[in-house]
């Protein structure tokens, strides 16, 4: 059987990924904080082709959140760096994957060079129809609604007018649809400012091992678990 066919009752439309763990996973292993970074984005690419694999046509993952920018200089200037990296080197593979990629969040304490390079790669892979990847950089969930009501002020929205609808249109992507699961790798229990508008109705899937360590077995123990959930959305 086709594998997309044999995933297609029970996966997700769209998922998203809290990668949480790398940096105690490195610290476990008696490892440089850095090498914990390396290896999540590692495992970002390996996880991205897996869902790509099983038909999942929106993926959404946690990279950098707006509380980020208060941990050590020295570990936020590698994430940008390598954040940049993944940018223009994967750009190839995105194209090759058929894969439309998106940042969401706030422009705002992103060097130049950063801004050129998410500008340039949504923009070279805007028509790729296979899948999307939308990385949520400089994110927070709270900061996304504040925008949004703030450019529904500029633009002199009528409140009487104003509903979940027009809401939607300006948030970061309002294109995507609302993610049917979340998963949070590491052992915390919490969405820590994730997708606070778009994770209402998100089926909310936690599991202890750290981001470099989640597999296949465990992507689909979460499918299987996921599939089992009955999902009325408040009927």
């Not at 029970?10 to 610290?27: E, L, Q, S, T, Y």
């Not at 292993?29 to 914990?36: K, V, W």
């Not at 993952?61 to 993944?86: C, D, G, I």
């Not at 090759?96 to 340039?120: P, T, V, Y």
């Amino acid at each position: 059987m086709d594998q997309n066919k044999q995933y297609e009752k029970r996966i997700p439309g769209h998922i998203a990924f809290i990668m949480d763990g790398n940096r105690r996973w490195a610290k476990a292993r008696n490892l440089p904080t850095f090498e914990g970074h390396r290896r999540g984005y590692k495992k970002l690419k390996e996880v991205g082709a897996w869902c790509l694999k099983r038909g999942i046509k929106e993926t959404t993952v946690y990279a950098f959140s707006t509380e980020n920018w208060n941990r050590e200089a020295e570990e936020v200037t590698y994430l940008m760096k390598l954040l940049r990296l993944a940018l223009t080197e994967e750009l190839g593979e995105f194209s090759k994957q058929n894969l439309r990629l998106k940042i969401i969040g706030s422009r705002e304490r992103l060097d130049q060079k950063l801004i050129e390079a998410i500008e340039r790669a949504e923009r070279q892979t805007a028509a790729n129809t296979a899948g999307s990847l939308s990385i949520a950089l400089n994110y927070g969930g709270r900061a996304e609604i504040l925008d949004a009501l703030r450019a529904m002020v500029r633009d002199g929205m009528d409140e009487q007018k104003i509903t979940e609808a027009t809401i939607r249109k300006y948030l970061y992507a309002p294109e995507a649809s609302d993610p049917d699961m979340i998963i949070r790798t590491g052992g915390e229990q919490r969405l820590s400012n994730f997708l606070s508008w778009q994770s209402v109705y998100s089926e909310l899937y936690f599991i202890e091992p750290y981001w470099p360590d989640f597999s296949e077995a465990y992507l689909d123990g979460a499918f299987a678990w996921y599939a089992a959930r009955e999902r009325r959305h408040g009927k």
